[in-house]
């Protein structure tokens, strides 16, 4: 059984700073990747980060130069730096991460934290 557990979630005013962590826990050997995704309101959920056990990362083009996702290892803990917000970034944040355990390999899912930006 793995799991992971997110926090850092809240409500910022447009060009502020939000911080989201994610930590994995259980039966684990090895993480393949970790990231974020996001759901709004009546949409799809999407990618916003990725980053590899190798450390390669990628970005949805409308975050990129404002977030940076960046990982401890040593933690199995993700995280994902937000900067210069916008209304447009309010959505639901969910961590993902592949997870291998001696059993088997898990995608797995975070319970989701909101945040909100207001104009």
């Known amino acids: 059984q793995v799991q992971l557990v997110e926090s850092g979630g809240g409500l910022v005013q447009a060009g502020g700073s939000l911080r989201l962590s994610c930590a994995a826990s259980?039966?684990?050997?090895?993480?393949?990747?970790m990231g974020w995704y996001r759901q709004a309101p009546g949409k799809q959920r999407d990618l916003v980060a990725r980053?590899?056990?190798?450390?390669?990362?990628n970005y949805a083009d409308s975050v990129k130069g404002r977030f940076t996702i960046s990982r401890d290892n040593a933690k199995n803990t993700v995280y994902l730096q937000m900067n210069s917000l916008e209304p447009e970034d309010t959505a639901v944040y969910y961590c993902?991460?592949?997870?291998?355990?001696?059993?088997?390999?898990?995608?797995?899912w975070g319970q989701g934290t909101q945040v909100t930006v207001s104009s």
């Open positions: 980053i590899t056990s190798g450390g390669t990362t």
């Open positions: 259980g039966s684990i050997l090895s993480i393949a990747y």
């Open positions: 993902n991460a592949g997870l291998a355990s001696a059993y088997r390999f898990y995608d797995s």
